[in-house]
């Protein structure tokens, strides 16, 4: 078994941080529901600026809020503003389980607004030459 990505929030701003809360990130529900994101999934985040890296569950905030807010000791890994990366995965038994995949990839402006919806695949050419593509949906 492997782990691989199954869906992305890249470049989403921090729009708060609470300590005093019992754990987790806070994230719009649509945003969550356009990526594929569950609520009390565990996801990987990297923090852009100061590379931090951490493993919290998603719950959901206000619909339409695009909030990203870390609460709890995560609050600590970052400022209001950081750009994060924001990964969800599942694993896969086999490499041949890659070429069905296609993550959904979010892109973010600074305001959480949605730039670019990509898609990741990967292709086998019969051979287990694996390639990579990133394609656009529009």
Known sequence: MFKVVRAKLHGIRVTGAELDYHGSI???PEICR???IYPLEFVEI???NNGERLSTYVIHGKPGSR???LNGAAA???QRGDPLIICASEYLQSPRELCALTPRVLTFDSANTVLERLRY???DDGSGNFSFSILNEC
């Open 26 to 28: 806070t994230l719009d």
């Open 34 to 36: 356009e990526a594929g």
């Open 46 to 48: 990297w923090n852009k």
């Open 67 to 69: 909030c990203c807010i």
């Open 76 to 78: 600590r890994t970052c």
């Open 121 to 123: 695949a990967v292709n």
